[in-house]
């Protein structure tokens, strides 16, 4: 390793080419000089030297390589080091330096914490560190305190081979204990290195700018009868080293100078008294270079384009900027007039290339938006296209083959088993190899596989209903509903689920149960079952129940709001409800909000599903004070209203006997978790949230009396008084009787009371009746 005091002699590499002998032999004779004077006894010795006189500058002219020549740089080092903190007045321990020092007092000396090893190093978690070596790495670094500023002292340490992580006193790293030794021990000697370069460089500068016929000014003062000291270089002759007197040298620069000059230039007549000093009459001229030789390149002329995989990031940043990055849907008028016909007969044809000209112009269609909000493309006004998409989407699904299955039979595979089953087959090695159901048959040829049409065919069908004027069309089409919902369907083969359809693989039936729940989200508010239901309305009931409930019934998936967000890892600063849930509640919500559909679930719906739906929904409820926490934000706010009218929903279609079951299920504890909820939705400090609590904590005592009263919602006897009207405090309407039997909340009577005397309860008179009768003790 090249040791960093070698770039003492290496900073007059800058100067000019013509100045540079100049200033090396200044240099020398300088250096020269002061041995000369410390030599002659002056009382004043080199602060970097050694005591036998030898300089730290003729150190630098030592060989490295030599063991002998290392060892004596090492010992001036270390000499000049001693000298150095003997002068600050905190002379460093003889064992460390090897220099006997008298002023230094074990008891009283500041280096007790220092662990000296050998003559020249300490210890520092269990490893040697030689000074010079130290001092050598961390100044060709660029100093101590480049390495603080820009905390790199960690890069030192691999030259030690120390360890990042040391056992230290006061949990101090060990690149920090390096660094305050070294700024402790080498940093003044750092600081008197540099101020030692900075001199003489001012002072070769200065000699530089007189140029090479001027005398030099005395660097050394002069003796006290006035006369200058004999200088070693001061005659004509030689060196005591042998070589050539600095005056000799400048006089045959000189010489090589004047050779140099065009001869076009005119030369300045100058006249020689005898002495090394030259004076001319004329200002001389600044000496020209002779132009060295060097290799010219050809380098061909080129544009320069900033581009980034082809494409030129600056325009597209500039693009960007100028517009917009959500850019509005298209209007249905910029493509002019549409030829539906030919659309259809493209479908009927079924040829390739004709094939994907109409699904290609269809989905784009469907994507666009009319004069008005509510307006898109009039699926509507093409009932013969519609009917030959579905012809299509019936013959490459099921290859025309009618329903026959029994849907209460299908599986009920969660969303999130479909998921992880769909992850484990395909990380399985050679899975390619394997022939999977749905992928594409060697004999189509270039045609595409049967279920990617399927799939944009089921696009098209729910962009067709985003549209709110398709909306009442396509909600009256059972056999669009009929077969998208069978295309959902889930089979089980060799012990893994799987898709009906044959023409779909698991990833394909998992997109499409996506898509089929955005469908019936749309159409849910306009979805009207008869009364009774008729065989396709009984399938449609019982795949859109099982469906909405695939999203909602996983265990791992149903849980508390706070759970459910650190299950997802949301962003902390912007935490959501899981989409694909809120989804589900959305549409369940939206097709059980008539009484009718009501009516039509209760009748096929198996009363186990319905009541796995319900401890699922359960479960999603608040329980712990973060959870209310995040309830607290709007769109948990509207997730937690889905999901108590949800509950509300199931406890209406579950039969007395399911009611029964629920309100003895000690396990469930669904009076404990909705009392709690209740209680902090109403008891809540912010008079604003309280309002918006107050919906979903009313809702929550209706559920509760319905579970409460055990009868069944749909019986219209004088008896027992319909119960169809929506949040009209079931069980009291017609009935002015006293109840009888002890209420849900019977033993909680101090806390219903507490409720009860609220000013929000006590002036709703619904809210305040249910809650008495809940409470009441027989």
């Not at 620069?253 to 030259?278: F, I, M, S, W, Y």
């Not at 509640?585 to 319900?614: G, H, W, Y």
């Not at 608040?622 to 929903?649: A, G, H, N």
């Amino acid at each position: 390793m090249a040791s960093s005091l070698a770039l003492m002699d290496n900073y007059m590499n800058l100067a000019e080419p013509q100045l540079q002998k100049q200033m090396a032999a200044i240099n020398n004779m300088s250096v020269r000089r002061a041995s000369a004077s410390m030599a002659g006894g002056s009382g004043t010795s080199s602060v970097l030297g050694g005591s036998n006189g030898t300089t730290h500058d003729q150190s630098l002219s030592m060989n490295p390589q030599h063991p002998s020549s290392l060892k004596q740089r090492q010992y001036g080092f270390l000499n000049g080091l001693a000298r150095i903190m003997v002068g600050r007045n905190t002379p460093l321990p003889p064992a460390l330096t090897g220099v006997d020092t008298p002023s230094y007092d074990p008891a009283n000396t500041q280096w007790k914490i220092l662990e000296p090893a050998e003559v020249g190093a300490f210890r520092l978690a269990g490893r040697d560190i030689e000074l010079f070596k130290l001092w050598g790495i961390v100044f060709q670094a660029g100093g101590g305190p480049v390495l603080s500023r820009e905390n790199l002292w960690h890069t030192i340490l691999p030259h030690f081979d120390l360890p990042e992580d040391y056992n230290l006193p006061n949990g101090t790293s060990v690149a920090q204990m390096l660094a305050q030794y070294y700024m402790a021990i080498l940093g003044p000697f750092e600081e008197f290195y540099r101020q030692n370069i900075q001199n003489q460089q001012r002072k070769a500068q200065a000699a530089s700018r007189q140029g090479p016929g001027q005398p030099m000014p005395p660097s050394t003062p002069t003796r006290s009868d006035g006369a200058s000291p004999q200088r070693p270089n001061e005659g004509n002759g030689p060196s005591p080293d042998g070589e050539p007197g600095i005056k000799r040298k400048l006089e045959s620069e000189e010489a090589d100078v004047k050779r140099a000059r065009l001869k076009t230039e005119p030369e300045a007549t100058a006249a020689t008294n005898g002495t090394d000093q030259a004076s001319s009459s004329a200002p001389p001229s600044m000496p020209r270079q002779r132009p060295s030789r060097r290799k010219i390149e050809y380098v061909p002329l080129g544009r320069e384009i900033d581009t980034v995989g082809g494409r030129d990031m600056k325009l597209v940043e500039a693009e960007t900027i100028a517009k917009p990055l959500s850019r509005a849907l298209r209007d249905i008028n910029d493509w002019g007039v549409v030829a539906v016909d030919a659309l259809t007969l493209s479908l009927r044809s079924q040829i390739a290339t004709e094939l994907s000209y109409a699904l290609t112009t269809f989905t784009l269609l469907s994507t666009m938006r009319g004069d008005t909000v509510t307006s898109g493309f009039p699926i509507v006004q093409c009932p013969d296209l519609f009917e030959e998409l579905l012809d299509l989407l019936e013959e490459r699904a099921f290859d025309g083959a009618e329903d026959s299955s029994d849907p209460s039979s299908a599986d009920t595979a969660t969303y999130r088993e479909l998921v992880n089953t769909l992850l484990e087959v395909e990380s399985q090695p050679f899975v390619v190899l394997e022939p999977q159901q749905g992928a594409k048959d060697p004999a189509l040829g270039p045609r595409p596989r049967p279920g990617n049409i399927i799939m944009s065919i089921v696009n098209i069908l729910r962009n067709l209903s985003f549209v709110p004027d398709n909306s009442g069309f396509l909600s009256q089409q059972d056999r669009m509903l009929d077969l998208m919902l069978r295309l959902c369907c889930v089979t089980t083969k060799h012990g893994k689920p799987a898709a009906v359809s044959a023409s779909l693989s698991l990833g394909d039936i998992i997109t499409i149960r996506r898509e089929t729940l955005h469908t019936l989200m749309h159409l849910a508010g306009f979805l009207h079952f008869p009364d009774p239901p008729s065989k396709i309305a009984h399938r449609i009931a019982t795949r859109a129940f099982h469906l909405i409930s695939s999203f909602l019934v996983d265990p791992i998936e149903a849980v508390s709001p706070f759970a459910c967000f650190q299950l997802a890892g949301a962003n902390p600063n912007n935490p959501k409800p899981p989409f694909l849930a809120d989804v589900a509640l959305e549409t369940f919500t939206r097709l059980v909000q008539s009484d009718m559909n009501r009516k039509a679930f209760s009748r096929v719906i198996p009363e186990a599903s319905i009541r796995l739906l319900f401890t699922s929904c359960v479960h999603r409820l608040p329980v712990i004070e973060p959870d209310f926490q995040l309830v607290v934000r709007d769109r948990w706010l509207s997730y937690m209203e889905k999901v108590i009218m949800t509950i509300y929903s199931l406890v209406f279609l579950a039969t007395p006997e399911l009611k029964k079951k629920i309100k003895m299920d000690r396990r469930l504890s669904f009076k404990g978790v909705v009392l709690r909820m209740i209680q902090k939705f109403l008891v809540h400090t912010n008079h604003e949230l309280k309002a918006q609590f107050s919906i979903s904590a009313r809702r929550a005592v209706e559920a509760m009396k319905l579970l409460d009263d055990c009868e069944d919602s749909f019986e219209t006897s004088e008896a027992a008084p319909a119960t169809l009207s929506f949040g009209m405090g079931f069980g009291e309407v017609g009935d002015s009787g006293m109840e009888k039997g002890t209420g849900l909340l019977g033993g909680d009577r101090e806390l219903t009371w507490d409720l009860l005397m609220l000013r929000e309860v006590y002036a709703d008179n619904v809210l305040f009746g249910e809650l008495e009768s809940l409470s009441r003790v027989e």
